[in-house]
């Protein structure tokens, strides 16, 4: 069969590639021989993969040698041992436990983060989250499985967790985009739904801004793009759990730029530090889809001229944040130019988590 030969010590990274762009053969076992690993994969790989496997070691310095032979790979046929048939899906794996009508009725997608899985479960079928948390166990391999008890409620932003099956333990190290994130499920939000949104963003920086995140969370954006960039990010968030995070997250990541952690509310930040010492910034991040739009006075104002602002909102369409972010500007003698808008992620039925990114700049 078609197969990758790649050597041992890059076997892993091309592995996570190869998956992201779904073309691993899942029927048949990774063979290894002498120094080299050999994976399945289902058609043959276009010149854009394989680039996209040659930059992807080579930017891993630290865990990879960049000589010839590390970057070096073939497509050649093997013969490779057929996996044990298992199940594929939660469905399956659910198939004898629930009926048709239940496994319809449960939302099988759920949130992976490091060791730990979050599982929402309508309230009906909640009687039998214990089959469905030990179900999800043995599917994803993962070490605890949790159930939403709530919506992502207060300023803070974490919601209550019933650990459901596996150990229970909360906090766990979550790995993106050659990332490493640490937190505590229960006590941060944290999304890794929004890691490609995440590299879209951080993809877009410049070495030598100055850059503010209104809502950092424990850091996943700022961390995406210091890892690669030479920057200065003041990154802010009311959580206090968050920030200590935040400032693990720093230190377990090998960083090209600059991030300053501020515990605070960003409208009393802004007044008390940003504001007095006329500090602007080149972009401003404002993934608080909720209520950012309470904020979207102050970041204009805190925009230099020709910043970029990335506004986020829950909305059925672009529309009304466009008008809105253009409104705002123009009190403020400020013109506004969309650079893109898109869709991050479902919210709800009729509803996404969007972005609008914007560049702010006077009036002639």
Not at 5 to 21: A, F, G
Not at 25 to 54: A, F
Not at 241 to 262: C, S
Not at 338 to 363: A, Q, Y
Request: net charge neutral; hydrophobic share 35%.
């Amino acid at each position: 069969m078609l197969t990758i030969k790649i050597p041992l010590k890059n076997i892993q990274k091309v592995r996570e590639i190869l998956m992201e762009n779904e073309l691993i053969d899942r029927d048949y076992k990774t063979l290894t021989e002498k120094n080299y690993g050999y994976i399945g994969i289902n058609k043959d790989l276009s010149p854009k993969i394989q680039n996209q496997i040659k930059e992807e070691i080579k930017r891993n310095k630290k865990e990879f040698n960049n000589d010839s032979q590390d970057l070096s790979f073939e497509i050649v046929e093997k013969d490779l041992e057929k996996l044990k048939k298992q199940p594929r899906s939660m469905g399956e794996y659910l198939k004898g436990k629930l009926t048709n009508e239940e496994v319809e009725k449960l939302k099988t997608s759920f949130d992976i983060i490091g060791d730990a899985v979050i599982l929402e479960i309508p309230e009906d079928l909640q009687p039998k989250k214990n089959i469905i948390g030990e179900s999800t166990f043995n599917f994803t391999k993962r070490k605890a499985i949790f159930m939403k008890k709530s919506a992502v409620e207060g300023v803070t932003r974490t919601r209550q967790l019933e650990h459901i099956a596996g150990e229970e333990i909360s906090e766990t190290i979550h790995k993106e985009h050659g990332a490493r994130l640490k937190l505590d499920v229960k006590e941060v939000y944290f999304s890794p739904r929004l890691a490609t949104e995440r590299k879209k963003i951080a993809e877009q920086v410049n070495d030598g801004e100055i850059i503010l995140d209104m809502f950092a969370g424990i850091g996943p954006f700022p961390i995406l793009i210091t890892k690669d960039h030479d920057v200065d990010i003041y990154a802010v968030d009311i959580n206090e759990e968050a920030i200590n995070y935040m400032n693990e997250n720093i230190k377990l990541n090998k960083l090209k730029g600059k991030i300053t952690p501020i515990l605070g509310d960003i409208s009393q930040i802004a007044k008390e530090e940003f504001i007095p010492n006329e500090i602007k910034f080149d972009r401003i991040i404002m993934n608080l889809p909720g209520t950012a739009k309470e904020f979207l006075e102050l970041a204009i104002s805190l925009t230099k001229n020709d910043g970029i602002i990335h506004y986020y909102e829950f909305s059925n369409g672009y529309e009304s944040g466009i008008k809105r972010i253009k409104d705002m500007a123009k009190t403020q003698n400020k013109k506004v130019e969309i650079l893109n808008t898109r869709k991050v992620k479902s919210s709800r039925p009729k509803e996404w988590h969007v972005v609008i990114d914007t560049k702010i700049d006077s009036i002639d």
